[in-house]
């Protein structure tokens, strides 16, 4: 005869967990990480969400100025995410790169100009962020000359 000691559902459940998401963490693209403790007896819940991927922006260019926008994008709860890293591909070559000034580094609206712009067609994307998290690269633009 076994006895229950106080303690050890909990311990299992917690190893039965852990055994079961670890398949999905090694198959799956994105990263992430989160670690909490707690002591004490009773009930417990937790969540977590996963940032929705970016928005197709779009975008005009006038002279050497591209001016894009996109749909917001928000979290469970309704707010809006912290930011957008945008990067632009040149269509002739395929090459990726963080978009200039006026949209590089964190855009913390979901519009911006960028200036200036090389010559040639370039295709934008957003990627939403939250504080060091971030979400999956959106859709490309149509493609926008820069004269």
Not at 15 to 25: G, Q
Request: proline share 10%; charged share 5%; glycine share 12%.
């Amino acid at each position: 005869m076994s006895r229950n000691r106080p303690g050890r559902s909990r311990t299992v459940a917690v190893l039965v967990a852990c055994v079961a998401v670890l398949p999905a963490l090694l198959l799956s693209r994105a990263v992430a990480g989160a670690a909490w403790s707690t002591s004490g007896t009773g009930a417990s819940t937790g969540g977590a969400y996963v940032l929705p991927t970016g928005a197709q922006p779009s975008g005009s260019a006038t002279s050497t100025q591209v001016t894009l926008s996109w749909a917001p994008v928000t979290v469970p709860g309704g707010l809006d995410v912290g930011g957008y890293l945008v990067d632009r591909t040149n269509a002739a070559t395929g090459a990726v790169s963080p978009a200039g000034p006026g949209c590089s580094g964190v855009v913390p609206t979901n519009h911006c100009v960028e200036s200036p712009v090389p010559a040639g067609s370039w295709i934008y994307t957003d990627t939403p962020v939250q504080d060091s998290w971030s979400g999956p690269v959106s859709p490309g633009s149509t493609s926008i000359t820069v004269p």
